[in-house]
């Protein structure tokens, strides 16, 4: 026991130093430029740790969305063929470590310890450069996984950018394939206005001789990522063209009581896939399947045997939360991380089929982000709207903001509840058996609801259905 305690506390304080660095995930959007963002920095961390990232085959991946779903579906494929899989995204949803892990393995807390040593160590060794060499908490935690990554011997790594692509701390790899799933308008002020400066920054990934992989539909964000992979003599292929989704269909359920889930098949330059499962809700998660399978494919010609036979296997065991959750259903709860307006645009598609009575939006949002134009998307599809802001982060609109912005927007039947315990009880409150509860605008958000409903806090009498329970961040 003495020893456990020891370990605890070590822990705790590992994730203190951590945690006590800059941390741009945590920070409100005007305390930070494109200019921040060094590679040189992360680049020197790297070098100080023996350059792990130049052993350790990645499939790096970007996008506005869906990059998350397509990494976990990629890693699961993988896993699936019996080849030991990291996998690295963020931002976690409970615990530090689920950024990192090895065949859906987190790192235990003594790993946690040893690898904050070990990096905290060099990351002193290269802040004697200058104050531009002080490595922010995302990139000590980039280079944390790829030392676990390493640590564990991984045959290779799926890594999901942070943000953009050209400046972020992943972009230091070493890949057999990229992939960009979709380009939309979000984080403007450090990636451009328009959807060909956003493409252009998250075309960065691309490396020469490199396969493309592209779900990009929109034409104006197609160009800047055909123009990259031109210059950099990568193979480009696109959904649509190169890469073909057919006999897509949805299946929603006896009554369609829940968000439907789409199968399809998909042929590739490489092989062809029939009645694919997407693993999670939304037509919107079809490109992410078909993208992952592709890979897959893409793989098993780089010798990777087995990839493409797994393709089935590996998505049907998919599970990744707040992606059109569902976590309750008298009533039917959602939660769901959209937090810019073509996921909200997603969600409202993916929710409109679904039998209910009454619907009712629980909405919180980060500074960074159009939470007018999310609230006019989202004005039409809800009766009930609870307006309200997450915990424990900077970046949270505040709610008497967001009030505004709903007023501005002609939001009807609105109310505001700054705690989102009390916004949570409210709609719980107004919601018969047969109704819907959402929640939405935001992961950080999302996370927060999660964590309160399988804490047994906040919802007055839920009737929820979580199947495990992951061990709280302390």
């Known amino acids: 026991m003495l020893a456990e305690a020891f370990v605890d506390a070590e822990y705790q304080e590992a994730l203190d130093w951590l945690f006590s660095r800059i941390d741009y995930e945590r920070r409100p959007s005007g305390s930070y430029t494109a200019a921040t963002f060094k590679l040189e920095r992360m680049a020197a961390l790297l070098d100080e740790l023996g350059r792990p990232h130049e052993r350790i085959p990645v499939v790096h991946i970007a996008g506005t969305k869906g990059k998350g779903s397509t990494a976990a579906m990629t890693a699961g494929i993988l896993q699936a063929a019996g080849y030991q899989t990291g996998l690295f995204t963020s931002p976690h949803l409970y615990r530090f470590e689920e950024r990192m892990t090895v065949n859906g393995r987190t790192p235990s807390r003594g790993d946690v310890v040893r690898l904050v040593d070990e990096i905290s160590e060099a990351s002193a060794r290269i802040e004697q450069r200058g104050p531009d060499f002080s490595p922010t908490f995302f990139e000590l935690t980039t280079a944390m996984a790829w030392r676990f990554f390493e640590s564990q011997h991984v045959d290779l790594a799926v890594l999901e950018v942070g943000l953009g692509g050209r400046l972020d701390a992943t972009n230091l790899c070493r890949p057999l394939a990229t992939i960009i799933t979709s380009i939309s308008r979000d984080h403007m002020h450090l990636l451009g206005e328009s959807r060909a400066s956003i493409a252009a920054e998250k075309a960065g990934i691309i490396k020469p001789s490199v396969?493309?992989?592209?779900?990009?539909?929109?034409?104006?964000?197609?160009?800047?990522?055909?123009?990259?992979?031109?210059?950099?003599?990568?193979?480009?292929?696109?959904?649509?063209?190169?890469?073909?989704?057919?006999?897509?269909?949805?299946?929603?359920?006896?009554?369609?009581?829940?968000?439907?889930?789409?199968?399809?098949?998909?042929?590739?330059?490489?092989?062809?896939?029939?009645?694919?499962?997407?693993?999670?809700?939304?037509?919107?998660?079809?490109?992410?399947?078909?993208?992952?399978?592709?890979?897959?494919?893409?793989?098993?010609?780089?010798?990777?045997?087995?990839?493409?036979?797994?393709?089935?296997?590996?998505?049907?065991?998919?599970?990744?939360?707040?992606?059109?959750?569902?976590?309750?259903?008298?009533?039917?709860?959602?939660?769901?991380?959209?937090?810019?307006?073509?996921?909200?645009?997603?969600?409202?598609?993916?929710?409109?089929?679904?039998?209910?009575?009454?619907?009712?939006?629980?909405?919180?949002?980060?500074?960074?982000?159009?939470?007018?134009?999310?609230?006019?998307?989202?004005?039409p599809a809800f009766d009930e709207t609870i307006l309200t802001q997450y915990e424990g982060n900077a970046r949270a609109l505040p709610c008497g903001e967001l009030a505004g912005l709903a007023a501005a927007a002609g939001l009807r039947n609105c109310c505001c509840e700054p705690s989102v315990a009390n916004a949570l009880d409210r709609a719980h409150s107004l919601a018969e058996p047969g109704d819907l509860i959402c929640v939405t605008g935001s992961f950080f958000l999302a996370a927060e609801v999660r964590r309160l409903i399988l804490d047994g806090g906040g919802v007055s009498d839920g009737h929820y259905d979580v199947s495990s329970r992951p061990v709280a961040l302390t």
């Open 211 to 379: 396969p493309v992989l592209s779900g990009v539909t929109d034409r104006e964000a197609r160009e800047p990522i055909a123009r990259r992979a031109k210059e950099q003599s990568a193979p480009l292929y696109e959904i649509g063209t190169e890469i073909v989704v057919s006999e897509t269909t949805a299946r929603g359920g006896r009554d369609n009581l829940r968000p439907a889930r789409w199968s399809m098949s998909v042929e590739t330059p490489w092989g062809r896939h029939e009645s694919l499962q997407a693993p999670l809700p939304g037509q919107h998660q079809v490109s992410n399947a078909a993208l992952a399978a592709s890979v897959a494919d893409l793989l098993e010609r780089e010798g990777y045997e087995g990839a493409s036979a797994a393709v089935r296997k590996g998505l049907a065991e998919v599970q990744w939360p707040l992606r059109i959750e569902v976590v309750g259903e008298r009533p039917l709860t959602i939660l769901d991380a959209a937090h810019n307006n073509a996921s909200i645009e997603a969600l409202i598609e993916t929710l409109r089929p679904v039998t209910t009575g009454k619907r009712i939006l629980v909405f919180g949002t980060s500074q960074d982000k159009d939470a007018a134009e999310m609230l006019r998307l989202l004005q």
